[in-house]
């Protein structure tokens, strides 16, 4: 959204946040600690940016995301500092015995209208297939309903990626559309399957629980 098309008051809003400036404003913008049964998911650390790009050298990591080639330790800098100072954007690590093992969160957050866009990568693979991203697209949801006045919750996967297609519909994500063939991982031409959770939906689920 260009600033010239943001309400005053969300105008105000935005240069509040972005001066850190607190009381109604969501200053930028890591994650405070949520604590799972499994993980904990908390601020990162800007010494653990050396451990995150090597996560991106793994083919097997980055098959179904879109950074397929690992950034330099720079760049991973230059993103962290980003994203530190990003207002529509919430970013946690994934902690697991006192190690960051991933990291997920929310961006191009669209205040006004109430949506933002999830995505995680658990980039120590010795710890995949535990429930890690069954818990914490569960535990991201519950804070982001709860602590932030988000309507919907946007994400995706590409075909194939059974364990985030699973983990997404476990917090209560439905598909709904496809872009056909849009990637191309491993000699083929995967779809990109859109997926969405909203408030209405996760409150529902929750009073039945
Ligand atoms: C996708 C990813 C986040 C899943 O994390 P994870 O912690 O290993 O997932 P979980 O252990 O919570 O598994 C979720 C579900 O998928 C299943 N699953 C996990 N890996 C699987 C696999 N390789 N094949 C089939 N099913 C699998 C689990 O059994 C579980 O199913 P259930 O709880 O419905 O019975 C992780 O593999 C990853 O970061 N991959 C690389 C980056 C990526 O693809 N990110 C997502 C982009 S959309």
């Known amino acids: 959204m260009r600033q010239s098309e943001m309400p005053e008051s969300l105008e105000r809003l935005k240069e509040a946040a972005k001066a850190g400036d ?21 601020p990162p650390r800007p010494e653990e940016t050396a451990v995150m ?11 179904f995301i879109k950074l397929r080639f690992p950034p330099s330790l720079q760049a991973e800098n230059d993103w962290f ?20 093992v991933g990291g997920t969160g929310v961006r191009m957050i669209d205040w006004k209208h ?10 120590d693979k010795t710890v995949w297939r535990r429930g890690f991203a069954r818990e914490l697209m569960q535990l991201r949801a519950e804070f982001l309903f709860k602590q932030t006045p988000l309507r919907s919750l946007r994400s ?5 990626n059974v364990a985030s297609a699973r983990a997404q519909a476990a917090a209560g994500y439905k598909e709904v559309g496809r872009w056909h063939q849009d990637r191309f991982i491993g ?12 408030r209405e939906d996760w409150e529902r689920a929750r009073a039945k629980s």
């Open 22 to 42: 607190g009381h109604l404003s969501f200053r930028a913008m890591f994650g405070p600690v949520v604590q799972g049964k499994l993980v904990r998911l908390r």
């Open 156 to 160: 995706g996967y590409l075909d194939g």
């Open 187 to 198: 000699g083929g031409w995967r779809d990109h399957v859109m997926t969405e959770l909203l």
């Open 53 to 63: 790009v090597t996560w991106f050298e793994d083919l097997e990591v980055t098959r």
């Open 81 to 100: 500092e980003a994203t530190a100072k990003d207002p529509d954007g919430i970013y946690w690590a994934v902690e697991f015995e006192g190690r960051i």
């Open 114 to 123: 109430g949506h933002g866009t999830t995505g995680t990568v658990i980039g």
